[in-house]
């Protein structure tokens, strides 16, 4: 089975910074990768689908790059809004693996 | 609007079984893949069921195997998860989802307690 990793589990970052999260898989994935959002209390959200495209209407601080084993998803510019907890997650044939997740918080 | 709203979700004693289901409305249900994804209080998203659109196909985290079976019925646009032999660690919320690649949107979930 494919094992997804992220890192770091968790980060404080100061609004209008830079935040990248890292994502690994236990084996070549291609880009079959998608990046959601979780915020306190509500249901996930995807944000980025095959690795680097923009799910319709997500702001365009988020992106995402990759391919292979090794995945980047990027905030810009953080904004108080964006607290939340992120997750990667890989798909093949209907079966599915989440990462363990990022906490981002503001500091 | 796409709407998926989850329900069933309960107290139920481990070894006992529960169903839940999600009522979707808002698109051609028969034509898309459906899942389910559990999240344990304070843990991270698990995937735990998917099937295609036709209900042919499906498929279930090893965690699940033999014990969960998910359905659908695309004459009432509801998607199902019968849960058997629950344990302590099946406790979390349960969501469903629209996707074959990707989730979106989700339901609210529906919150599945396994005690004593």
């Known amino acids: 089975d494919i094992q997804m990793t992220q890192s770091p589990s968790s980060l404080s970052a100061s609004v209008g910074d830079r935040v990248t999260i890292t994502c690994q898989a236990s084996?070549?994935?291609?880009?079959?990768l998608n990046w959601y959002q979780q915020k306190p209390g509500k249901a996930p959200k995807v944000l980025i689908y095959?690795?680097?495209n923009l799910e319709a209407g997500v702001p365009s601080r988020f992106s995402g790059s990759g391919s292979g084993t090794h995945f980047t998803f990027t905030i810009s510019s953080l904004q108080p809004e964006d607290i939340a907890t992120y997750y990667c997650?890989?798909?093949?044939?209907?079966?599915?693996?989440f990462g363990p997740g990022t906490k981002v918080d503001i500091k | 609007e796409v709407q998926l709203v989850e329900s069933g979700g309960g107290l139920v004693q481990p070894g006992g079984s529960l169903r839940v289901s999600c009522a979707a409305s808002?698109?051609?249900?028969?034509?898309?893949?459906m899942s389910w994804v559990r999240q344990a209080p304070g843990k991270g998203l698990e995937w735990v069921s998917s099937?295609?659109?036709?209900?042919?196909?499906?498929y279930h985290a090893d965690s699940v195997k033999g014990r969960f079976a998910i359905s659908r019925d695309n004459s009432k646009n509801t998607l199902h998860l019968q849960m058997n032999s629950l344990r302590a660690d099946d406790t979390a919320l349960y969501y469903c989802?629209?996707?074959?690649?990707?989730?979106?949107?989700w339901g609210q979930g529906t919150l599945v307690t396994v005690s004593s």
């Open positions: 989802a629209k996707g074959a690649y990707y989730f979106e949107p």
């Open positions: 808002g698109f051609t249900f028969s034509t898309h893949a």
């Open positions: 099937i295609t659109g036709d209900g042919d196909i499906t």
């Open positions: 084996q070549d994935i291609s880009n079959y």
């Open positions: 095959d690795a680097s």
């Open positions: 997650q890989h798909y093949d044939n209907l079966r599915f693996t």
